[in-house]
Nanobody
Framework: QVQLVESGGGLVQVGGSLRLSCTVS????????MAWYRQAPNKERELVSVMSSGGGTYDADFVEGRCTISRDDNRNILYLELNNLKPEDTAMYYC???????????????????WGQGTQVTVSA
């Protein structure tokens, strides 16, 4: 069974930065796509950023250039760098992996087969 383990979340002030990591139990290049999602309390899950196996990326509109998704193929880690954080970025952030899914990518994440347990990001005003 594939395992995805997120880390790197925490409490940060407005305008601060964090780098989230997702360590994967098998080679990340075996997945057609990997993504970061987030879910805030009392809100629906939403897509943050996606990276395809070929390295192409897609960011949600609300990212506005503040997030960068990247991947270390040798260490099997997916990253999400978050910059200029806002209080509305407060959420649980989840890593997801898809064997064969293709875009367009939904906020529901039904295209993704495997999910991590999440890492909490809290932005204080």
């Amino acid at each position: 069974q594939v395992q995805l383990v997120e880390s790197g979340g925490g409490l940060v002030q407005v305008g601060g930065s964090l780098r989230l990591s997702c360590t994967v139990s098998e080679s990340v290049v075996r997945f057609n796509a990997m993504a970061w999602y987030r879910q805030a309390p009392n809100k629906e899950r939403e897509l943050v950023s996606v990276m395809s196996s070929g390295g192409g990326t897609y960011d949600a509109d609300f990212v506005e250039g503040r997030c960068t998704i990247s991947r270390d193929d040798n260490r099997n880690i997916l990253y999400l760098e978050l910059n200029n954080l806002k209080p509305e970025d407060t959420a649980m952030y989840y890593c997801a992996a898809s064997r064969a899914g293709v875009g367009p990518w939904s906020d529901s994440g039904h295209e993704f087969d495997y999910w991590g347990q999440g890492t909490q990001v809290t932005v204080s005003a």
